[in-house]
């Protein structure tokens, strides 16, 4: 019988190897890992250590930046600019309209359009948005949930368009609307009407996308909106619960979409908390995986998760200071092994971030990558009492928020989940959890260096802001007013009324149909309109 | 004087409501009555609803960029409805928009960073000058 070292031995030496000399600034030679012969090594069940044998020493992590503003053309040489300088993977930020579904000129759009990220309406945008950009080469991932079919579907018609097949297509789709209700608060329909378009984003992706990730199990929103370190881990790995009981309700072996279900989880400032829950996040992952849902594919098991450091920990005082905040946040990612990440710019307390700015956030990320050591080895702090011990805590005080939320769904998951938006259960913790930390720092028990202490320097000059102008809007709405001149309206009418006719049966697929009306150029409202006038609208309770 | 009514609104489309929710308690717990809209709000609806409470001002939570179009259009709808109360805005507002918000009527402007302590000031200080003027 092997050792556990033995099994991963063999394990790592099948993995490749980067090019690096892997040792100390004194030329100490550097293990690819530390810890008994008996213990758990990475790439080993229930994973604690990370997902794979090798983890950096393979392969950095994706230094994946978040960016968008404007109108396509601008994203898209943002993006340009990302893939020059460095950045591994591109990831998408779209404008409030467009996260809700809307039209850029709808009345309801005015102010926003191309301010928290870029205005996609139609197919033509986004032809523009990933122009000259490889998309069969370079990682895509879209921070997009209501209308997140509907944007995917547009993203695979522009892409077959260029001539990419959708097959080749890798990235992720955010797509988890669960957190939209609980924390984020970017909802259209009713949580059971969108969890339908969920299940065929899944449903399609396992049939026809093997490089693409269906869901991206968010935490960093609810975090965002002020839980805690826990509340984030629990309240996440039980929503990728609740995607996978919808699935398998739909009839999926959990085998064919598991290995495609991803994370994205907070950095915060609290750092060996954070890695803490890094590291019983992908425990509490496998463990269920493997005991209540019976996977037997350990990528079913594996939870992989992107980072992005803490937009709330970032102060309008003294902005600089949060170059050295992200670094922390960034820190804890990697040493708690996570597979992509994005650094938060030193002005986001005030603005989307100037060129200079992003450039600085990324170049935080290739000083831990290449100056610092740290992707020596995996897992470098499994076996400190403290991070063992407080990695076991983190798990227990999350099991006993599954045991609430399965006690809500009367035994499942994905009942308990709905069931917690619906009774305002979820929201209510993650405003509590936010009071409860005003009221400490408020009373100056939780220090923040410029703003309840060491105030000095306040008032010197502040750092130029990324300012964006109204001609965006009218552009955008110029853009538009050309694609519904020139796109044939029959076509138009007859997709969209297809489109309506599938929805109200809940066992069709709505995808294909999806993407035909992508490539008749319907906007992303009129398409938003055809299946809302058959799921109707959710409207959430005003409680604080 | 405690009791004094406050709607605190979510205008247009940013669904970011940890900030007014946190404030909406504090203001609460400082002894005012506060009205919170909900999300997804019109200038044209917090306008009623600020009318139809009769509140003695309304406090909006802004945070993705769209405050230079939807603050002056709340103070609009307000005046268009010949009423008198004072808007502040609360949220992500860079330095180069102070003025201009306040030329269009804004009373207040409060920024991340700000205590419990100095949105309470603030609320007062506006009260007070509309009780004066």
Request: glycine share 8%.
């Given at each position: 019988?092997?050792?556990?070292r ?10 490749p ?19 008994p ?42 993006f340009?600019?990302i ?72 993203f ?9 097949p ?16 609980q ?9 059971r ?14 049939a ?125 990612g ?44 995996a ?31 009367s ?31 408020n009373?100056?028990?939780r ?55 599938e ?35 959710h ?6 | ?27 609460r ?7 919170y ?97």
């Open positions: 019988m092997p050792t556990p033995e099994i991963w031995e063999a394990e790592f030496g099948a993995a190897r980067r090019d690096a000399d892997f040792e100390t600034m004194s030329g100490i030679p550097v293990e690819p890992v530390y810890g012969e008996d213990g758990e090594f990475p790439g080993q069940f229930p994973y604690t250590r990370g997902p794979y044998a090798s983890m950096y020493r393979s392969r950095l992590w994706t230094m994946r930046m978040f960016a968008g503003f404007g109108t396509a053309e601008d994203t898209n040489w943002r340009k600019e893939i020059r300088a460095g950045g591994g993977g591109l990831s998408t930020a779209f404008d409030m309209p467009t996260l809700l579904g809307i039209d850029s000129d709808d009345p309801m759009a005015l102010g926003e359009v191309g301010r928290c990220g870029v205005a996609v309406d139609t197919l033509a945008d986004m032809e523009d948005l990933y122009a000259d950009i490889d998309l069969g080469e370079v990682t895509t991932s879209m921070t997009i949930n209501s209308p997140a079919a509907v944007i995917f579907a547009m695979v018609a522009q892409a077959e368009k260029a001539g990419i959708r097959a080749r297509l890798g990235g992720t789709l955010q797509n988890d609307i669960l957190k939209e209700y924390a984020q608060k970017e909802f259209v329909f009713p949580p009407q969108s969890m339908r378009l969920v299940r065929d984003t899944i449903a399609f992706t396992s026809e996308m093997p490089r693409w990730h269906s869901v991206s199990i968010s935490g960093y929103h609810i975090r965002e909106a002020g839980s805690t370190a826990v509340e984030e881990l629990a309240f996440t790995l039980a929503n990728g619960f609740a995607y996978v009981e919808l699935a398998l309700a739909a009839g999926l072996p959990v085998d064919s979409f598991a290995p495609r279900l991803s994370f994205f989880f907070n950095a915060h400032i609290d750092f060996f908390e954070e890695i803490a829950k890094y590291r019983a996040a992908r425990r509490i992952w496998a463990r269920w995986m493997r005991d209540r849902y019976g996977a037997e594919d350990p990528r079913s098991m594996q939870c992989r998760f992107h980072t992005q450091t803490a937009g709330v920990s970032l102060a309008a005082q003294q902005p600089e200071l949060n170059i050295a905040r992200t670094a922390i946040e960034a820190l804890a990697v040493l708690g092994g996570t597979q992509s990440l994005h650094t938060n710019s030193m002005d986001e307390a005030m603005a989307l971030p100037t060129e200079k700015a992003a450039r600085i956030a990324l170049r935080t990320q290739q000083i831990i990558a290449n100056e610092t050591n740290v992707a020596h080895v897992d470098p702090l499994g076996g400190s009492h403290y991070v063992e011990a407080l990695t076991d805590e983190v798990e227990r005080q999350a099991e006993e928020i599954f045991a609430h939320i399965e006690e809500l769904g035994g499942s998951m994905l009942e308990g989940a709905i069931k917690g938006i619906e009774e305002n259960w979820f929201q209510g913790r993650i405003t509590d959890s936010a009071f409860e930390l005003e009221r400490k720092v009373e100056g028990r220090i923040i260096v410029g703003v309840n202490a060491f105030t000095e320097g306040n008032e010197e000059e502040q750092i130029p802001l990324l300012r964006i102008t109204n001609e965006d809007e009218q552009r955008q709405r110029k853009r538009l007013d050309a694609v519904r001149d020139r796109r044939d309206q029959t076509t138009v009418d007859a997709v969209l009324e297809r489109l309506r006719i929805a109200a049966d809940p066992e069709i697929n709505l995808m294909p149909t999806l993407i035909e009306a992508s490539q008749a150029y319907a906007t992303l409202g009129e398409i938003m309109s055809a299946m809302g006038s058959v799921f109707g609208r409207v959430e309770v005003p409680t604080f | 004087m405690a009791g004094e009514r406050i709607l605190v609104a979510k205008v247009g489309l940013d669904g970011h409501d940890r900030g007014v929710k946190v404030v909406a308690r504090i203001l717990d400082a002894g005012f009555e506060v009205i809209t909900g999300l997804f709000q019109t200038p044209e609806t917090v306008a009623a609803a600020a009318v139809d409470e009769d509140v003695d001002a309304i406090g909006l939570s802004m945070l993705s960029g769209a405050h230079m179009t939807l603050a002056p259009a709340v103070v609009e709808a307000v005046r268009s409805r010949g009423a008198d109360i004072p808007v502040m805005v609360g949220g992500i507002v860079p330095d180069h928009d102070l003025e201009e918000l306040t030329a269009a009527g804004i009373s207040a402007v409060l920024t991340p960073g700000s205590t419990a302590e100095q949105i309470i000031v603030e609320v007062r200080r506006v009260l007070d000058a509309e009780t004066a003027s």
